[in-house]
């Protein structure tokens, strides 16, 4: 008896004792104090400096439908089509519009660095296909009257080429004749080497997202806030505490009714207990967001995606990740899904599954010399196809990250990861 007595004290001593808990029982955890009033990131959002400003308005975004519809019938193209085969050649390779043709299509003899995509077929020889000028000129004005199905953005419908520019790209398509010639295995992207990635990304002096953990969290957790308190006033070994918490984020949170990622929680649960202001994408809360990822390394990604509310987020989550956003209308699948873009290349740029997309977030970019979270790295997939992004606490992103998330349950956390 008496030692039944010791084990239920044990186990309540484990279940009461701050942060010794088992971190499955986060997402019931009510009494987490979080700060519930107001937003997690700056209100109104402004896209970082540094970022293309280009307004996409009139585009759907996640939070919004805006886009035109897609044509029911194709535009009647009266003889043939007039325009110049060498502008065409400019546009179809025009990395500012869109990334233009190449990014997805080889087109011919390949000039310096062009680096054509795949997820298209080779139109090296389209000239030959006996394709009418009509049907050119409405492949590339919107591809959707063909197949509603399609990755190729709408250019005329959305506005990317004008119809004289359209006229160019046919005249262009109707000269390529010819299986293209290689210079090299890096233009040719069925040769072309998959990236690989295995830098030791925990050590400082490659990737310098460890200085979060080596340096600046621990600095930031004794620090008092305006209560007076610190993280460590009440979390004294947050090694032990967290050791697997992370792997369980993001989770549904009741109180929000949205599913609240790692970023979110530091903010609310900063201004409510401590009284620190460190909204997401803030410095401080960006060296958390790492060392609260690191401390569960190792620990087994295991996102609720069973109880209903976390069930009905997924759903929410995997439907946004279906829908066209932006001028160039890609959705998260057109380049994430195995069936569609992913394993495929977009110009120079090698596009990866979900799966195992978020294992290593935050990440050190190395082109960048910056350290991204989740939410930033949503956004820039946003503002890469000309899609407004929403703020990085919006409720689509959470559904979204729950949803990327959840594909790589099973996968251990490995963090802060390195990529180019
Ligand atoms: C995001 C990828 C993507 C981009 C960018 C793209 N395409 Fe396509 N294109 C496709 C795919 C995929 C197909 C295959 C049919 C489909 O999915 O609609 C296709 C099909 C075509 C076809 C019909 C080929 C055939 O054999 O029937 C033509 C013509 C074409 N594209 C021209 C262009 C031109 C011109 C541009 C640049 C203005 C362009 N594409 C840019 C993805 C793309
Ligand atoms: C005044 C006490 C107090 C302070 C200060 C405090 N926390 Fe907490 N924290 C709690 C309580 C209570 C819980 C819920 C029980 C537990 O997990 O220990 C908690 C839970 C957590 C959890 C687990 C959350 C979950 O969903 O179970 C993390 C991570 C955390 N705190 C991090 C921090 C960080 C980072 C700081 C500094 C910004 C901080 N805490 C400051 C009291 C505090
Ligand atoms: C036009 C193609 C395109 C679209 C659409 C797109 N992405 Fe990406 N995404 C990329 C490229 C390119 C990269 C960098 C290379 C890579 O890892 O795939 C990337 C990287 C990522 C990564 C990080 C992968 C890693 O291993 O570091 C995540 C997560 C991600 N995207 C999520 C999304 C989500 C969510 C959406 C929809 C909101 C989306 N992407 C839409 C092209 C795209």
Same mark, same amino acid.
């Given at each position: 008896m008496r030692r039944a007595a010791l084990v239920t004290i044990f186990v309540a001593g484990i279940t009461l004792g701050p942060g010794v808990r088992p971190s499955n029982v986060a997402a019931q955890s009510a009494a987490v104090p979080l700060a519930l009033d107001g937003e997690a990131s700056a209100r109104p959002w402004h896209r970082y400096h540094e970022w293309p400003q280009r307004d996409s308005a009139k585009f759907n975004t996640l939070a919004m439908l805006a886009s035109p519809p897609a044509p029911t019938q194709p535009r009647k193209v009266a003889g043939s089509v007039a325009g110049n085969s060498a502008l065409g050649a400019k546009l179809a390779a025009d990395r500012s519009r869109g990334g233009s043709c190449l990014a997805c299509h080889v087109m011919g003899p390949a000039g310096d660095a062009d680096l054509p995509g795949n997820l @298209? /077929?080779? #139109?090296?020889?389209? @000239?030959? !296909?006996? #394709?009418g000028d009509e049907t050119l000129f409405n492949f590339v004005y919107d591809a959707r009257v063909y197949n509603a199905d399609t990755l190729m953005p709408p250019w005329g419908t959305h506005g990317i080429f004008d119809d004289q520019e359209i006229g160019h790209l046919v005249a262009f398509l109707k000269t390529l004749k010819a299986p293209a010639p290689f210079k090299s295995d890096l233009d040719d992207p069925a040769k072309r080497p998959p990236p690989v990635e295995n830098r030791d990304n925990l050590d400082s002096m490659l990737n310098p997202a460890m200085w979060a953990v080596d340096d600046k969290a621990p600095a930031l957790w004794t620090e008092a806030g305006p209560k007076g308190a610190a993280c460590a006033s009440c979390h004294r070994d947050p090694a032990r505490a967290f050791k697997t918490w992370a792997a369980g984020m993001p989770r549904w949170e009741p109180r929000l009714e949205k599913v609240m990622g790692i970023e979110e929680f530091v903010t609310r649960h900063a201004r409510a207990t401590t009284g620190h202001a460190w909204p997401i994408e803030s410095a401080e809360n960006g060296a958390l967001a790492v060392y609260l990822r690191f401390l569960a390394n190792g620990s087994t990604i295991a996102v609720d995606q069973e109880s209903a509310p976390a069930k009905a987020a997924y759903a929410r989550g995997e439907a946004l990740a279906h829908r066209k956003v932006g001028q160039l209308n890609f959705a998260c699948l057109d380049c994430h899904d195995a069936g569609r873009g992913a394993g495929k290349w977009i110009r120079g740029q090698w596009l990866a599954q979900l799966? @195992? !997309?978020?294992?290593?977030? /935050?990440t050190w970019r190395t082109s960048l010399q910056a350290t991204w979270d989740v939410r930033k790295r949503f956004q820039w997939c946003q503002v890469a196809v000309w899609a407004d992004e929403l703020p990085p606490d919006a409720k689509e992103y959470g559904d979204l990250e729950l949803y990327v998330t959840a594909q790589s349950n099973g996968l251990k956390l490995n963090v802060p990861g390195i990529r180019h």
């Open positions: @298209g /077929p080779d #139109l090296s020889q389209i @000239g030959n !296909a006996g #394709l799966r @195992g !997309a978020l294992d290593h977030y /935050p």
